[in-house]
Every structure is written in structure tokens, then in C-alpha cells.
């Protein structure tokens, strides 16, 4: 799997866009990128994926850059109710299907 | 539907005590997962079944079996607890027939062994 790098930790204000980026400068063509996110003691959950084309869903927006090495998550308006350590995984689909978590960004939605 | 759901939520064991940690899943997915989480660490995958009657193990599968017992159910199993294995346990499911890799996790059992 492609290794993923992202900053530990952001803050964000409440209302506002928050943009989380994810570097993966080694991804091959076959892999996707995957944001999960994992609320305090809960369990992680999905958010959004993509190959190649940016991609949007009720909870987020992801762009991944033209030659595929880096991408950002986007959360159009935070609420503190999206604080959260945030999870960039790089995968080859249906293939073992198994997630391998790095430490993620902490994100803080602050009022 | 209910998802993913796991029990107990918290369990406290003594060093060599055993404990079976269920797991169960009404989506009808084919896959599921096991993953532990020590403290402000990522998820490491423990075991994985890929379908009903099939188990492999993933990232640190030692100390730990597991058994696929329908297509709904996959439990995890410490025969000798040790202080190593104290951690937050996920259990996970994926839905059959899709390309990428979108996982569906419970609540997570927090067990500690002292």
C-alpha cells in the first residue's frame, strides 16, 4: 500500500470550510484513496472515496490533485460536531480489503 | 438496522483469564474484521474473515483466534489475557461485489487486563 502522510493535528472555526490535506506520493494507479474519521471512542466511520476524479457526498468533498499524489477532504461548513482525528488510507480495492490506519489529522472545530 | 453491533462494551479480565468478544452484523455483508486500538495509536488488524468459513490473519494476530460462525457472526477470542492486550476492540463488516474497500464498524468492546 501507498504510505500517507498527514499533518498531526488543525483547527478550524465553526462555520467555516475545513480542508484537510493528505500526501501520497507513491500511489500506484489502481489505488483509491479512502477518509474515514473517528469521533472520541467511537468507532471509525467511512466518509468519502476516489480514484482520479474529485468526488462529493452529503458529508464531504475530496480533490485529488491531477497526478494523483496528494488529495484534500473537504468539510464545507465545520461543526464542532465534526471534531475528529481524520484517516487518509491509500488501498488497491477488493484486494485483501484490509485498512491499514496511520495516525491521522486531529481536527478541532473551535465555537 | 441495527449494523455493526459488539459485546460487551467493557469487560476487565485478570493476566490469564480468557474471554470471547462478539460481534454481528444484519447487512448482509460477506466480510468482516477485527482491529485493536491502543491509546492514541491508529487501528492494527488482528484477523479478517473474507467470507463464511474462511479466516486469515492480519497485522498482530498473536494471542487471538477467531471464528466465523455464520455469515452474521465473528467472534474474537483471547484464550490467556495478557496487560499487552489491553485496548479498544473494533469489529468491522464490507459489503459484498464492490470494487473499493468501504468498511462499517461497531462500537468497540474496551477491554483491560491487569
Known amino acids: 500500500d501507498a504510505k500517507t502522510t498527514q499533518p498531526t493535528s488543525m483547527d478550524c472555526a465553526e462555520g467555516r470550510a475545513a480542508n484537510l490535506p493528505c500526501n501520497h506520493s507513491?500511489?500506484?494507479?489502481?489505488?483509491?484513496v479512502y477518509w474515514y474519521r473517528q469521533i472520541h471512542s467511537q468507532g471509525p466511520q467511512y466518509i468519502i472515496h476516489?480514484?482520479?476524479n474529485n468526488e462529493t457526498n452529503e458529508m464531504a468533498s475530496l480533490i485529488i490533485t491531477e497526478d494523483r499524489k496528494s488529495s484534500t477532504l473537504i468539510l464545507p461548513h465545520a461543526t464542532l460536531r465534526d471534531t475528529a482525528v481524520y484517516y487518509c488510507?491509500?488501498?488497491?480495492?477488493?484486494?485483501?480489503?484490509?485498512?491499514?490506519f496511520g495516525g491521522g489529522t486531529r481536527l478541532m472545530v473551535k465555537p | 438496522n441495527a449494523g455493526v453491533t459488539q459485546t460487551p462494551k467493557f469487560q476487565v479480565l485478570k493476566t490469564g483469564q480468557s474471554m470471547t468478544l462478539q460481534c454481528a452484523q444484519d447487512?448482509?455483508?460477506?466480510?468482516m474484521y477485527w482491529y485493536r486500538q491502543d491509546p492514541g495509536m491508529g487501528l492494527r488488524l488482528i484477523y479478517y474473515?473474507?467470507?463464511?468459513?474462511?479466516?486469515d490473519k492480519g497485522e498482530v494476530p498473536n494471542g487471538y483466534n477467531v471464528s466465523r460462525l455464520n455469515k452474521r457472526e465473528f467472534s474474537l477470542r483471547l484464550e490467556s489475557a495478557a496487560p499487552s492486550q489491553t485496548s479498544v476492540y473494533f469489529c468491522?463488516?464490507?459489503?459484498?461485489?464492490?470494487?473499493?474497500?468501504?468498511?462499517?464498524f461497531g462500537p468497540g468492546t474496551r477491554l483491560t487486563v491487569t
Open positions: 468491522a463488516s464490507r459489503p459484498q461485489g464492490v470494487v473499493t474497500a468501504e468498511q462499517y
Open positions: 507513491t500511489i500506484s494507479g489502481n489505488e483509491y
Open positions: 476516489g480514484l482520479k
Open positions: 488510507i491509500v488501498r488497491v480495492g477488493n484486494a485483501g480489503n484490509m485498512l491499514t
Open positions: 447487512m448482509n455483508h460477506n466480510s
Open positions: 474473515s473474507a467470507s463464511e468459513g474462511t479466516t
